[in-house]
């Protein structure tokens, strides 16, 4: 089996990975970063492959994620992520990111025509799920992270402006200042050459004032309308609230550490009634006795939001139609059917996406994406 011959060479697949990496020009890393890379997703490959041999194969999703990841937190997301900064900080290309799964890639492909080692179609259709999902989220953060920067420079840019403007307007008050002098000391007549460049130098500053208070009004306007707030303080704020339904259902809640980091801007009020309404949904159909599990994380440049329940998994058909107003599948008809429609209504305006993925036979976990902020320093 795969699994098994990744295992048993594991060592020398990471060091034809280190040897592809150290043979690339302008390519670098620490100790740590080499082994927080490709060693890192190497095993979590593994016991993706071990387990999907056993009658648990769903939970394979928790450490390598679905076909098209971006549903759920995975363990391949959160190491693929730092992975993917680390060469950022490096100042790598993109086509790096890509590289260094390509290597391992290639070298499994190479070991195991050395070794003549024949494996299943679903194997190398799980090998390519994991590097598919490691690649997408490695990327992601690269290209938020590079961003970023890009943000930084913008900002330096937009200070030179600043420089230029406030040189221009002095420039104009100084001519008009001096027209005026002129005027007033030799005591001419306004209507002349001096009092037509003391109108032009006053036309002039008005003109670039009043573009400059258009452009801050504009800028004002887009900005206010939507509040900057921690993504920490938003989860543990609506934990505070939630717990106690939990237990008047029956079932237990918890949530996971958010990055301190982390911001949204939106809506506040209505982004928090948007989760609640999704927990409560979650605390109504889990199972008895089962968690309810609610995290937020960054996944490039946006903010995941997860609440995931213990229900069984949703029948045939029934993703299609949930949020749909006055719509009620399960058997618990408590409630006018229109949470769901709400919650996505609301993340829609806060330029965001609502979306449910079935576990069949495990639960449903719903995701909010949202655009990533980060606190201000």
Same mark, same amino acid.
Request: glycine fraction near 8%; proline fraction near 3%.
């Given at each position: 089996?795969?699994?098994?011959?990744?295992?048993?060479?594991?060592?020398?697949?990471?060091?034809?990975?280190?040897?592809?990496?150290?043979?690339?020009?302008?390519?670098?890393?620490?100790?740590?970063? %080499?082994?927080?890379?490709?060693?890192?997703?190497?095993?979590?490959?593994?016991?993706?492959?071990?387990?999907?041999?056993?009658?648990?194969?769903?939970?394979?999703?928790?450490?390598?994620?679905?076909?098209?990841?971006?549903?759920?937190?995975?363990?391949?997301?959160?190491?693929?992520?730092?992975?993917?900064?680390?060469?950022?900080?490096?100042?790598?290309?993109?086509?790096?990111?890509?590289?260094?799964?390509?290597?391992?890639?290639?070298?499994?492909?190479?070991?195991?025509?050395?070794?003549?080692?024949?494996?299943?179609?679903?194997?190398?259709?799980?090998?390519?799920?994991?590097?598919?999902?490691?690649?997408?989220?490695?990327?992601?953060?690269?290209?938020?992270?590079?961003?970023?920067?890009?943000?930084?420079?913008?900002?330096?840019?937009?200070?030179?402006?600043?420089?230029?403007?406030?040189?221009?307007?002095?420039?104009?008050?100084?001519?008009?200042?001096?027209?005026?002098?002129?005027?007033?000391?030799?005591?001419?007549?306004?209507?002349?050459?001096?009092?037509?460049?003391?109108?032009?130098? %006053?036309?002039?500053?008005?003109?670039?004032?009043?573009?400059?208070?258009?452009?801050?009004?504009?800028?004002?306007?887009?900005?206010?309308?939507?509040?900057?707030?921690?993504?920490?303080?938003?989860?543990?704020?609506?934990?505070?609230?939630?717990?106690?339904?939990?237990?008047?259902?029956?079932?237990?809640?918890?949530?996971?550490?958010?990055?301190?980091?982390?911001?949204?801007?939106?809506?506040?009020?209505?982004?928090?009634?948007?989760?609640?309404?999704?927990?409560?949904?979650?605390?109504?159909?889990?199972?008895?006795?089962?968690?309810?599990?609610?995290?937020?994380?960054?996944?490039?440049?946006?903010?995941?939001?997860?609440?995931?329940?213990?229900?069984?998994?949703?029948?045939?058909?029934?993703?299609?139609?949930?949020?749909?107003?006055?719509?009620?599948?399960?058997?618990?008809?408590?409630?006018?059917?229109?949470? %769901?429609?709400?919650?996505?209504?609301?993340?829609?305006?806060?330029?965001?996406?609502?979306?449910?993925?079935?576990?069949?036979?495990?639960?449903?976990?719903?995701?909010?994406?949202?655009?990533?902020?980060?606190?201000?320093?």
């Amino acid at each position: 089996m795969l699994h098994e011959f990744l295992s048993n060479h594991r060592n020398e697949l990471a060091a034809r990975c280190r040897a592809k990496v150290g043979n690339r020009p302008g390519r670098s890393a620490t100790e740590a970063q %080499l082994q927080n890379g490709i060693p890192m997703f190497l095993d979590q490959l593994i016991r993706t492959l071990r387990i999907e041999q056993s009658p648990e194969r769903h939970l394979s999703e928790l450490i390598s994620g679905p076909a098209g990841g971006g549903v759920a937190l995975s363990e391949v997301s959160v190491s693929a992520a730092q992975h993917g900064k680390d060469l950022m900080e490096l100042g790598l290309t993109v086509d790096q990111v890509v590289h260094d799964y390509g290597d391992l890639c290639q070298s499994i492909t190479d070991l195991a025509f050395e070794h003549d080692a024949p494996f299943a179609v679903d194997e190398f259709r799980t090998l390519n799920r994991c590097l598919d999902n490691a690649i997408s989220d490695a990327v992601s953060e690269f290209s938020y992270q590079r961003d970023g920067l890009n943000d930084v420079m913008n900002a330096e840019h937009s200070n030179r402006q600043m420089g230029f403007f406030a040189h221009e307007l002095r420039n104009l008050l100084g001519t008009a200042s001096l027209a005026f002098a002129a005027a007033k000391a030799g005591n001419l007549n306004l209507a002349g050459a001096t009092g037509s460049i003391l109108e032009r130098s %006053l036309t002039s500053l008005d003109k670039m004032i009043a573009n400059s208070i258009q452009d801050v009004r504009v800028t004002s306007m887009r900005e206010a309308s939507l509040d900057a707030f921690s993504l920490d303080t938003f989860i543990q704020e609506i934990y505070d609230a939630a717990a106690l339904s939990a237990v008047m259902y029956g079932c237990t809640f918890r949530i996971l550490p958010v990055e301190p980091e982390l911001a949204l801007r939106g809506t506040r009020d209505l982004l928090i009634a948007a989760v609640a309404n999704l927990l409560q949904n979650a605390f109504k159909f889990t199972a008895p006795g089962t968690e309810v599990l609610l995290t937020a994380y960054a996944q490039g440049d946006r903010i995941l939001i997860d609440v995931k329940d213990h229900c069984g998994g949703l029948a045939a058909g029934v993703e299609e139609t949930m949020f749909l107003p006055f719509s009620q599948s399960g058997a618990n008809r408590t409630g006018i059917g229109l949470g %769901l429609t709400i919650a996505k209504q609301t993340v829609a305006s806060n330029g965001g996406t609502l979306t449910v993925h079935s576990l069949n036979g495990v639960g449903c976990v719903f995701t909010i994406s949202l655009p990533r902020n980060s606190m201000p320093t």
